[in-house]
């Protein structure tokens, strides 16, 4: 459904007002309501007035167009409708969001547009069984307007502003990630609905495949998909020692085969790094103890008898010149008996 109205005559058709002066010295709308004997709210008058400055940049008179429709903008015109920093954009946290609620029956989308036909403001709502649900506007100048998008639906559906109620819920069941971020489904929002109403799930079958669709990287380590613009980012790293993706956070690079490896899988700790195996390990000049630490060579010797590797600290010099361990050292002292 599409209606093309001014300010103006959303206000006279909501109020049933005959005709709304807005010429510069006109009386208020409360007065012009009072004077042609119309009831109306303190509410009813606040949304108007936000709809006036969100939507129609205080222009009373320029007819603007609101496009009522079940389908939601895709991937490619989704970034024209992305106001206000709004992260339903290509590349953004929300960049499949669009395409992930089109997947539900009751999704619905609002685009507004101006005199020129140029986007200018837009909100998700929900329909269902003739109840609506919904969130905020985003528009030109910001976000964060609850009424003007109740009005609208009010306008357009013909429906009191008084039975939209505020909800305390998530609309939409889903979990905000992987490129997926609603106002609709974070109890960080607030939402309103007109009538009574249960939370709809997403199906996860056909979540799968938009991901699949948008050639995004399933990881069975994180039990989640990955998209591309967080693969760029670097914000998750393919690791060697699990054969999956990580958190970046949670990775290391191993100086001995120049890749990156997860904490979570097989590691080899030494006193100042971190490696994916003793040979790497090896290869950036640390041996083996004896004890089994892994030890910077510098710091060690060789035992000129038994040939085992130990720290520095417990070489000791024989008769001969040569460095033994505490367990060799023995055979290779001056005999006391001898020196008495």
């Not at 006109?26 to 009831?39: G, N, V, W």
């Not at 003007?148 to 357009?156: E, G, K, V, Y």
């Not at 669709?213 to 690791?239: A, K, M, Q």
């Not at 085992?308 to 505490?326: A, I, Q, R």
């Amino acid at each position: 459904m599409e209606i093309t109205k001014s300010y103006k005559e959303l206000v006279q058709d909501y109020f049933k007002l005959a005709d709304y002066k807005i010429e510069e010295n006109a009386p208020k709308l409360t007065k012009q309501l009072k004077k042609a004997c119309i009831d109306f709210t303190v509410e009813e008058i606040q949304a108007f007035q936000e709809l006036l400055l969100a939507v129609f940049d205080n222009n009373k008179d320029i007819a603007y167009t609101f496009e009522f429709s079940k389908v939601l903008p895709d991937y490619e015109e989704q970034n024209s409708w992305a106001f206000d920093g709004s992260c339903n954009c290509e590349g953004g946290v929300g960049e499949f969001t669009s395409e992930i609620l089109n997947t539900l029956e009751e999704s619905r989308y609002c685009y507004i547009y101006d005199e020129d036909e140029d986007p200018t403001a837009r909100f998700y709502y929900l329909e269902k069984d003739g109840v609506f649900a919904l969130a905020d506007l985003y528009s030109d100048n910001g976000h964060g307007f609850y009424l003007a998008p109740q009005i609208i639906l009010c306008s357009a559906f013909n429906i009191k502003l008084e039975q939209f109620e505020l909800f305390e819920s998530q609309l939409v069941k889903w979990h905000n990630s992987q490129g997926f971020w609603s106002n609709l489904a974070t109890s960080s929002y607030k939402h309103f609905v007109s009538g009574e109403f249960e939370p709809i799930a997403l199906d996860s079958r056909k979540v799968d495949e938009v991901y699949g669709n948008n050639n995004c990287t399933y990881s069975e380590f994180l039990d989640r998909y990955i998209t591309n613009t967080e693969l760029e980012d670097g914000d998750y790293v393919y690791c060697g020692n699990i054969d999956d993706y990580d958190d970046s956070y949670n990775t290391f690079y191993c100086e001995g085969c120049s890749e990156y490896h997860s904490l979570s899988g097989d590691t080899v700790e030494t006193d100042y790094n971190t490696f994916c195996s003793i040979k790497c390990a090896r290869d950036c000049g640390y041996v083996l103890t004896e004890e089994g630490d892994l030890v910077d060579i510098d710091e060690t010797f060789t035992c000129e008898d038994c040939c085992g590797t130990y720290l520095l600290e417990y070489c000791e010099k024989g008769t001969d010149d040569c460095y033994y361990c505490s367990e060799c050292i023995h055979e290779h002292l001056e005999d006391e008996e001898e020196i008495a």
